[in-house]
């Protein structure tokens, strides 16, 4: 079994919309990590949490909120879908016993806002 | 605010060796790390320098100069599997991770 994991795989869905993209990790790591991924272009960090109470803002959090419901799950909701949110989207871990830097990064979620 | 360059394309032929730079720059800055993604796929780790100098793992080694603002990454023996983007990544004290804009090796027989 992969060791993180993402659902849906593909979303399709129509402007105005709430969605919920979920995350599952068995690593045990206690860092997660939401980035998304526009074509042709690097990964952007919507949000991350440190810990189970640790929430944080990246660099793209408008239009997006987060849920760290226990150590291993992470979700990412779109309040209101808009099409510019179309992309790819991915979850990561890491564990604090290791260079930040050093991220798993689940198979993506491709979404497209309608 | 971080921000990275990197070339946006590199081509070389199977056995070759190849010099991937990413220059940054950063009101922070930690470490810089390496990422590989093939097409379709999710981006993978390939090494992380914190410290001025040379990281080897393998084919591929990772640079850093501090000093410079400026890291490298180096593969070796390229093979075809080779070809994908690679991402420098900035990593601005655990805080925040900047990711470059990628550069795309192709890998020719």
């Known amino acids: 079994d992969a060791d993180v994991t993402q659902t849906p795989r593909n979303r399709i869905t129509k402007t105005g919309k709430r969605i919920m993209l979920e995350c599952s990790q068995t690593k045990g790591h206690d860092r997660m990590y939401w980035y998304r991924q526009d074509p042709g272009l690097g990964l952007r960090l919507i949000y991350y949490?440190?810990?189970?109470?640790?929430?944080n803002k990246g660099e793209i959090s408008d239009g997006y909120s987060v849920s760290r419901q226990a150590q291993a799950k992470f979700s990412l909701s779109l309040e209101s879908a808009i099409p510019n949110q179309t992309a790819l989207y991915f979850c990561a871990t890491s564990d604090s016993s290791e260079p930040a830097d050093t991220q798993y990064f689940g198979p993506g979620t491709r979404l497209t806002v309608l | 605010g971080q921000s990275l360059e990197q070339p946006s394309e590199v081509t070389a032929v199977e056995g070759a060796i190849v010099q991937i730079n990413c220059t940054y720059q950063?009101?922070?800055?930690?470490?810089l790390s390496w990422y590989q993604q093939h097409d379709g796929g999710a981006p993978t780790f390939l090494s992380y320098n914190a410290l001025d100098g040379l990281e080897e793992t393998g084919r591929f080694s990772s640079f850093l100069s501090r000093s410079d603002s400026y890291g490298y990454l180096l593969l070796q023996e390229l093979q075809m599997k080779d070809s994908a983007s690679y991402f420098c990544?900035?990593?601005?004290?655990?805080?925040?991770?900047?990711f470059g804009p990628g550069t795309r090796l192709s890998v020719l027989p």
């Open positions: 950063t009101s922070g800055f930690y470490g």
């Open positions: 949490s440190f810990d189970v109470k640790d929430i």
């Open positions: 990544v900035a990593d601005n004290y655990g805080q925040n991770f900047v």
